[in-house]
């Protein structure tokens, strides 16, 4: 057989390293958070971190955060991409509001990694997963034209409230003036 075309596109292939790579990190870092895997904390040790963090309800706050990064497991495949994409690059937005103030670069505690996750998530929301992916192999029945802006602009609004209300309980807790031992001084 002869092809005319390229049989393996450069792109497709590219995506699908893109996809298998971003969301095999997101999905172990979801496994940390809800199963306690890799060395995680699990669903209890997370909600407990999101509480010292400022969101809440903690455990919804946990359960997103991870549900929203084990959607990794569904970059990988190239399933609901938008979706997908959508909702971890929402979870990283949350992210990189509690990284922001020790500045960018992740040597010193910054955004940069959540940043770099959650604009490769939003990029493969956008363009899809490409040929070799579940998408395709389904006919693209759950990435539609329409579901991309419908995705990120959900995802982008529930961030958005999120983060907000986080920063809200953050700046109003002020310093604590207890001490240690849960005594006024």
């Given at each position: 057989?002869?092809?005319?075309?390229?049989?393996?596109?450069?792109?497709?292939?590219?995506?699908?390293?893109?996809?298998?790579?971003?969301?095999?990190?997101?999905?172990a870092?979801?496994?940390?958070?809800?199963?306690?895997?890799?060395g995680g904390?699990?669903?209890?040790?997370?909600a407990?971190?999101?509480?010292?963090m400022?969101?809440?309800?903690?455990?919804?706050?946990?359960?997103?955060?991870?549900?929203?990064?084990?959607?990794?497991i569904?970059?990988a495949?190239?399933?609901?991409?938008?979706?997908?994409?959508?909702?971890a690059?929402?979870?990283m937005?949350?992210?990189?509001?509690?990284?922001?103030?020790?500045?960018?670069?992740a040597?010193?505690?910054?955004?940069?990694?959540?940043?770099?996750l959650?604009?490769?998530?939003?990029?493969?929301?956008?363009?899809?997963?490409?040929?070799?992916?579940?998408?395709?192999?389904?006919?693209?029945?759950?990435?539609?034209?329409?579901?991309?802006?419908?995705?990120?602009?959900g995802?982008?609004?529930?961030?958005l409230?999120?983060?907000?209300?986080?920063?809200?309980?953050v700046s109003?807790?002020?310093?604590?003036?207890?001490s240690?031992d849960?005594?006024d001084?």
């Amino acid at each position: 057989m002869t092809c005319h075309k390229p049989c393996v596109d450069r792109k497709d292939l590219g995506l699908l390293a893109l996809r298998v790579g971003t969301g095999g990190v997101l999905a172990a870092h979801g496994a940390q958070k809800l199963l306690g895997w890799f060395g995680g904390p699990g669903l209890r040790g997370t909600a407990a971190g999101m509480e010292a963090m400022g969101f809440a309800p903690p455990k919804a706050s946990a359960l997103a955060a991870g549900v929203g990064e084990a959607g990794g497991i569904l970059l990988a495949l190239g399933l609901a991409t938008p979706v997908a994409g959508a909702a971890a690059a929402g979870t990283m937005a949350g992210a990189v509001a509690v990284h922001a103030p020790n500045g960018f670069f992740a040597q010193g505690g910054g955004y940069e990694y959540p940043a770099f996750l959650g604009f490769v998530a939003a990029g493969l929301a956008v363009t899809g997963a490409g040929r070799y992916s579940l998408d395709r192999a389904l006919g693209n029945a759950l990435d539609r034209h329409w579901m991309v802006p419908a995705a990120l602009v959900g995802s982008a609004a529930a961030a958005l409230a999120v983060v907000a209300s986080r920063n809200k309980r953050v700046s109003g807790a002020g310093p604590r003036t207890d001490s240690a031992d849960g005594t006024d001084e």
